[in-house]
Structures are given as structure tokens and as C-alpha cells.
């Protein structure tokens, strides 16, 4: 039992469409995905959504380097992020029972600072360690 992937590609002068097809025997679901050249000068949005996963900051899917969503649900339209393309921390944000104003080590087993990437970690456990 395994499954086939196919891969169809059409081309015109501004843009190119991949369209994986993915045949499993044991199911008739077909996915399909469109995917644009790089948009060089796009702005990130976040969260943005993608497959069946939420994603607040650049991600490293199928790709060499990290990239994010042009639109808020992928539609085809992306770019490779640079450095101020990252997730910024939101402060305040809301930890256990204290309001944090900046980078904690608290609750953190290895002492390296992090924040929360929305304004309240204990609802989204949304978060990233600090530079």
C-alpha cells in the first residue's frame, strides 16, 4: 500500500502554478496547492494559515530557508523572510498570573529568556526565545 504524488506545472510569462496531486490507494482525497514565484516586496501577515497549521511566524516547510503567507490563509502568494520579517513579541503579554513587560526567563527549564507572541501566552501558548 503506498501513494503516487504527481506533479503538474504551468507556466506563463509573470507566474508559474505547481499542482501536486497526491493518489492514495486507500483514499480518493485529492490536495492541491498553488504556488507563485517569490513576492520580493510583499509584507508578512500572521498569523497566517497554511495546510492545517496556524503559523505566527516565518516557517521552514519544504524550503531551504524560512518563508511566510502574503495573505492570511495561503493562497500562492509568498516570500523568503528577512530579518525584519520575523514575529515580533507582543508586551504586554500574560504569563501564569503576571503581566510581563519585556523578555522573561520564568517558567523556562534552561534559563533563556522568551516572550509570547500574542498578548495572552496562558489562552494561545503562542511564543519564541529572545536575541
Known sequence: MGSLMLLF???TNSSACIFPVILNELSSTVE???HFPEV???ECVFPFHYKNGTYYDCIKSKARHKWCSLNKTYEGYWKFCSAEDFASC?????YRRLIYW??????????RKWCSLTKNFNKD???KYCE
Open 125 to 127: 501558548r503562542i511564543w
Open 9 to 11: 506545472v504551468e507556466t
Open 90 to 94: 507582543v508586551f504586554p503579554f500574560w
Open 40 to 42: 520580493k516586496d510583499g
Open 32 to 34: 492541491t496547492i498553488t
Open 102 to 111: 519585556e523578555c522573561t526567563d520564568h517558567g523556562e527549564a534552561f534559563g
